[in-house]
């Protein structure tokens, strides 16, 4: 059974910064890309960032990058998310998946892997 557990949320104000980590159980972790997804109020979900499987290679959402940075320790099962210089538009809950890619043209698209969400974390940007 996939479990995702999302943590470190917060509410700061604009220009500051919070760490998100999630820890993962049920599937083989260290053989899938991790990712985060956001959902703001009243959008949908969206890609935020992935890293492959060893932890070699990082993708960003064109939103988030240069203030993002995500990282993974595959033997604690865990990956996180750095975010710097938050905005007000960063406001969300904040989830993690295993996460896949498929390429449309020279763009990496990324999807999620399992229906299992967890609960996520709630980022609160305040202006």
């Known amino acids: 059974q996939v479990q995702l557990v999302e943590s470190g949320g917060g509410s700061v104000q604009a220009g500051g910064s919070l760490r998100l980590s999630c820890v993962a159980s049920?599937?083989?972790?260290?053989?899938?890309?991790m990712g985060w997804f956001r959902q703001g109020p009243g959008k949908e979900r969206e890609f935020v960032a992935a890293?492959?499987?060893?932890?070699?290679?990082?993708y960003y959402a064109d939103s988030v990058k240069g203030r993002f940075t995500i990282s993974r320790d595959n033997s604690r099962r865990t990956v996180a998310l750095q975010m710097d210089s938050l905005k007000p538009e960063d406001t969300a809950v904040y989830y993690c998946?295993?996460?896949?890619?498929?390429?449309?043209?020279?763009?990496?698209?990324?999807?999620?892997?399992?229906?299992?969400w967890g609960q996520g974390t709630q980022v609160t940007v305040t202006s």
């Open positions: 049920g599937f083989a972790f260290d053989s899938y890309a």
């Open positions: 890293i492959s499987w060893n932890g070699g290679n990082s």
């Open positions: 998946n295993a996460a896949g890619s498929s390429r449309a043209g020279d763009k990496l698209i990324w999807g999620y892997e399992y229906d299992d």
